[in-house]
């Protein structure tokens, strides 16, 4: 495919435009099957279902969806760049839990100030503000408070999006031969 039309960056735009719809329609499916799954919950109970605002469902719609898509566009730069997918499937969960899981919390074990202002750079730590701006049914008892503000992760996420994009463009373009 990549010999013949389109160049290489037409099928990467394509193949963009893909995962943003496959990353919408999941986002879409998975408060479907929690809106069901709620009202069967209350119908079970006799309860009436409490829906909340539709703009707080669009924004949480919206959020599941950067996320996603953030994430899937990590993978995506890492395929690219390492030429395989399990290479990349490893690299990215190795990445998630270890320096964005477990390094982070060894350190903020030392009570370093710095640890947490680096901690504000990280799709993990965004991801993380970004889902509990919407508030937890459950919350944790001595949970630390978010590190960043709604709007700053949605900044921060937004910038890793198109950073991972733009650096599975630059690979792809390195390797086009048209």
């Known amino acids: 495919m990549y010999t013949q039309r389109p160049s290489r960056i037409q099928a990467l735009a394509g193949q963009l435009g893909v995962i943003g719809v496959i990353t919408a329609s ?3 499916a998975f408060f479907a099957v929690a ?9 079970i109970d006799g309860q009436a279902a409490s829906w909340p605002a539709a703009i707080d469902i669009l924004k949480a719609v919206g959020a599941s969806w950067l996320i996603f898509s953030c994430w899937s566009l990590l ?6 760049l390492f030429r395989q ?3 990349a499937i490893g690299i ?4 998630l839990f270890v320096i964005e899981g477990i390094l982070f919390r060894v350190l903020n074990g030392f009570d370093a100030s710095w640890v947490s202002t680096v901690e504000k750079f990280f799709a993990g730590q965004n991801a993380t503000a970004l889902l509990g701006s919407f508030g937890r049914a459950f919350p944790a008892p001595g949970a630390a ?7 700053e992760a ?5 910038v890793y999006t198109a ?8 690979v792809v373009r390195a390797r086009d031969v048209t």
């Not at 809106?35 to 119908?43: E, F, N, Q, V």
Request: aromatic letters at 14%; hydrophobic letters at 65%.
């Open 26 to 28: 999941y986002s879409v």
């Open 35 to 43: 809106a069901l799954c709620s009202w069967i919950i209350a119908t």
């Open 75 to 80: 993978g995506m730069a890492f395929g690219y």
């Open 85 to 87: 997918s399990a290479m």
């Open 92 to 95: 990215g969960l190795a990445y």
């Open 145 to 151: 408070p978010p590190l960043v503000s709604a709007g």
């Open 154 to 158: 949605v900044l921060v996420l937004a």
């Open 163 to 170: 950073v991972f994009a733009a650096a599975s463009a630059l």
